[in-house]
């Protein structure tokens, strides 16, 4: 196991991103998000583009996971139907990791516009060429996730995309069915990431079996943890 997923090992990585809709957009606003992250406690970064990197990098020592999203909007749910999002090239990859990221999470899907040869592929040159680097596969689906363990192809299995499975259109909250299968089926680590909202729901993906939980808008995301305190209180006004 590659050193920077063994301090990630039980603990609380914070994605630090924004997108240019809103005030908190820039390298320099993410900085100030992952000292203050670990300030907290945080085990880990996880930040998007090699300029948000390479700034985090020169602030913390702690394990970056690096991403390159081929997107400003991650609302945009139809896009994760059509092509690859999440850091999709060896290039992509490359300039995160160049930029001082220890691990890079990659898309990791069997679709239409992706096949399992073709994402095979894609996390093959990156070991390849940063066979120092660990690679967290975020998935949508857990036998995605089975396959790339078998094949030696990542470090890391993360349920990240798992709301875009077809199948779980009702699922509200953190995907604690995903990561106690993970666990059962493979060897590796995994990545409880998505929904999580509350502390509780936090313990519940540890207890789940995660080894290593990823937290964002319920941290860094303030317009969001504002709309969901303001949605609260007009639900119960409307009821009154």
Not at 170 to 182: R, T, V
């Amino acid at each position: 196991m590659k050193q920077a997923v063994e301090r990630l090992l039980g603990g609380l990585i914070v994605s630090c991103q924004a997108y240019d809709d809103t005030p908190f957009y820039g390298p320099q606003y993410m900085q100030k998000f992952a000292q203050c992250a670990q300030m907290g406690g945080a085990k880990g970064i996880r930040a998007c583009w090699g300029r948000d990197v390479s700034a985090v990098r020169a602030v913390t020592d702690l394990p970056i996971i690096g991403i390159n999203k081929d997107m400003l909007n991650d609302q945009d749910h139809d896009a994760f139907f059509k092509r690859l999002i999440i850091t999709p090239t060896l290039e992509s990859a490359s300039e995160v990791i160049d930029a001082g990221a220890d691990i890079v999470a990659v898309e990791s899907v069997e679709a239409d516009f992706c096949s399992y040869e073709q994402l095979r592929d894609l996390l093959g040159s990156i070991r390849d060429k940063y066979p120092d680097v660990a690679i967290m596969a975020d998935l949508i689906t857990p036998e995605t996730g089975i396959k790339l363990a078998r094949d030696g192809l990542v470090d890391i299995l993360s349920t990240t995309l798992s709301a875009f499975d077809p199948r779980k259109a009702d699922l509200k909250g953190p995907d604690y069915e995903m990561i106690s299968y993970l666990k059962e089926h493979t060897s590796l680590p995994v990545n409880a990431e998505g929904h999580v909202w509350e502390a509780d729901e936090y313990v519940r993906c540890l207890q789940a079996g995660a080894d290593m939980v990823t937290i964002g808008s319920a941290i860094t995301r303030p317009h969001l943890i504002t709309k969901r305190f303001v949605e609260a209180g007009e639900e119960w006004l409307c009821s009154r």
